[in-house]
């Protein structure tokens, strides 16, 4: 009598404990490593300390997911389909990338692959009702520490400055939270307010103190999306919201309430924080204005002018590419290229390396194959969506009532993602942020149907046991193999950190490295450096001719305006004219407004040369 309690409890312990377990992970991440102001190089990608742990994380979740490989018949499906094949399509382009620009690419399609084999781990896991509900909880204080944050900073950004490294100036008098840009933290922001409705939505058949929670909840994140002054992602939210409460109609009255009441309080205390806030030095180098308010309306104009010019150049490609692309990693040094063939003036003053679009991107750099292998990606984004699309025709056609849709609880939590899909196509946040990838992924996996992961009543490629022990040590290896290099690319950062607080006054600081592949081009930049700096102590002939190489290898890949007029003057040097005037091109193709370039003067000599290189 006893076996069948013992066996019911021994199967809710076997599902608890994998369902605390992502929370508890998800609540690490999100809650604890995000927040803590971790030293870090400047830059993206995994130059950033919180990137590098993010992956390091993936890899701890790598390892706990791939025992559930060990099942006869593996989850995925439809889904899995099409996201390995929107990886391999979208990592074709390398077999026909230039070896230049080859290694600028590693970084990116490590990191597709790495978010598709999350995502079909994750798939392995039943996503149940109680468990998306922590997990989107999860989200919404995550959210919520990310406002109080922002408050700190607008209203005491000197003490901000000096325990999380804020630059109010630099931010131009937003809040960042703990991200590093402010349309990070309004994507953030956004999509935890989405959580916050759709939990709001359905917490009214719930306890009384629950709806109360969620509906402060929804006024704090909605607040805090004004707050972060993020149009893109103010437009975001109050699509995915409307999107949410058109599905939930009932919860129009309770949930609008909470909504305005949040709106109205961020607008209230954005200009409230700027007045009340303590004064904060500004650079005298700063040419924006000082006021908040112009501030905002002077960044927003030259937001709109070069949002136009990167996609003018950006679909004015070489038309013998169209197909192919340009190359993966390409796109930084022949953006400025681009430019100039089409008699467009660069208003940049820092490089470019991305187009804001990841649509763009993709087709500039990878081409058709890329670019059906992102929608290959955005169709699993819209899964949600099909059965409440289908219904809704069929409704339509009968002249149904809107009320008896189906599919409308499947949407909802599609809705959800509209915030970071929206943010990936004005901006490049997964390359900036690797837990806005993570973010992401889980979303993805939360929002899907159940029946889009199943796998086909015929399969049975995964029945053999020793095929399934293979897929489950190869996941393990692979997890294993990501914390390793991760944990030494930690390493790696710190040494690089070091030698720039000490000028790269030291030669021999970069000779040894424990992972020189994490960050690959930094290092290279560095050492160039540092053989300038001997060569300025020194004069020997040698250590220039180490920084010429290093320096010429990497603005093969990249653009810099101080490190091309280093090669600039030692042309100069050396009486090389036809070289000294293609550099000098070349600055003022990326850099026109340096006036070190003198950049009215040198066109002619410099195309011809830059031509002839290409």
């Excluded at 390995?84 to 077999?95: H, I």
């Excluded at 939360?446 to 046991?465: D, E, T």
Aim: hydrophobic content about 50%; some cysteine.
């Amino acid at each position: 009598m006893m076996y069948l309690p013992l066996r019911a409890f021994s199967r809710y312990f076997k599902r608890a404990i994998p369902d605390c377990a992502i929370v508890g992970m998800l609540a690490l991440l999100l809650s604890v490593l995000l927040i803590i102001p971790w030293p870090t190089l400047p830059g993206t990608g995994l130059l950033l300390t919180i990137n590098l742990i993010t992956w390091i994380w993936v890899g701890l979740c790598g390892l706990g997911l791939c025992t559930t490989l060990l099942r006869r018949r593996l989850q995925g499906g439809q889904v899995a389909k099409l996201v390995f094949t929107g990886a391999l399509l979208m990592s074709l382009p390398l077999m026909w990338t230039s070896e230049t620009f080859r290694s600028n690419a590693f970084d990116r399609i490590a990191g597709l692959w790495g978010m598709a084999v999350f995502l079909c781990l994750l798939l392995q896991v039943p996503a149940r009702g109680d468990l998306r509900r922590r997990i989107y909880a999860t989200i919404v204080f995550a959210g919520l520490i990310q406002v109080g944050l922002s408050v700190w900073q607008l209203l005491f950004p000197a003490s901000a400055q000096v325990w999380m490294g804020y630059d109010i100036n630099l931010m131009a008098s937003r809040p960042a939270g703990s991200l590093s840009q402010a349309n990070q933290l309004g994507s953030f922001v956004a999509t935890a307010l989405a959580c916050s409705v759709l939990l709001g939505t359905g917490s009214l058949k719930r306890k009384r103190y629950l709806h109360i929670l969620n509906g402060l909840s929804t006024l704090l994140l909605s607040a805090g999306v004004i707050l972060t002054q993020s149009r893109a992602m103010q437009a975001a939210s109050v699509l995915a919201v409307v999107v949410l409460l058109v599905l939930n109609t009932n919860a129009v009255r309770n949930v609008g309430i909470w909504l305005i009441a949040g709106v109205i309080t961020g607008s209230l205390l954005f200009p409230a924080l700027q007045s009340m806030r303590q004064a904060a030095d500004a650079e005298a180098t700063n040419t924006q204005p000082v006021d908040y308010q112009a501030r905002l309306k002077w960044n927003r104009a030259h937001s709109n002018n070069e949002r136009f010019v990167m996609m003018q150049a950006t679909t004015t490609m070489d038309r013998h590419h169209i197909f192919a692309g340009e190359g993966l990693g390409s796109f930084e040094v022949l953006f400025p290229k681009i430019l100039s063939q089409n008699g467009v003036n660069n208003p940049f003053p820092l490089t470019v390396s991305h187009p804001h679009n990841e649509i763009l991107y993709a087709w500039f750099e990878g081409g058709i194959v890329a670019v059906m292998g992102l929608f290959a990606w955005l169709y699993v984004g819209f899964m949600p969506f099909q059965r409440l699309l289908a219904s809704g025709w069929r409704r339509l056609v009968g002249r149904g009532a809107f009320g008896s849709l189906a599919g409308r609880t499947v949407a909802a939590r599609g809705a959800v993602i509209i915030p970071l899909i929206a943010h990936t196509m004005s901006e490049f946040p997964l390359y900036q942020s690797a837990t806005h990838a993570v973010l992401l992924v889980v979303l993805v996996w939360l929002a899907l149907p159940v029946r889009a992961a199943r796998p086909a009543a015929s399969s049975s490629v995964f029945a053999g046991f020793g095929l399934r022990v293979a897929l489950t040590s190869t996941v393990a290896l692979l997890s294993l193999a990501v914390i390793v290099f991760m944990a030494t690319g930690l390493s790696t950062a710190s040494q690089l950190r070091d030698a720039e607080s000490f000028e790269m006054m030291d030669s021999t600081a970069l000779l040894e490295v424990m992972n020189p592949w994490s960050q690959p081009d930094r290092l290279l930049f560095d050492r160039a450096v540092t053989e300038l700096m001997v060569f300025s102590q020194t004069h020997d002939r040698a250590s220039l001719d180490r920084f010429q190489a290093m320096a010429e290898n990497w603005l093969g890949r990249h653009n810099d305006a101080n490190l091309t007029w280093s090669l600039v003057r030692i042309a100069r040097l050396h009486g090389n004219e036809l070289r000294e005037e293609y550099w000098r091109h070349r600055g003022c193709l990326s850099f026109s407004q340096d006036q070190r370039f003198q950049c009215q003067g040198s066109a002619s000599v410099g195309s011809t040369l830059l031509r002839s290189k290409k």
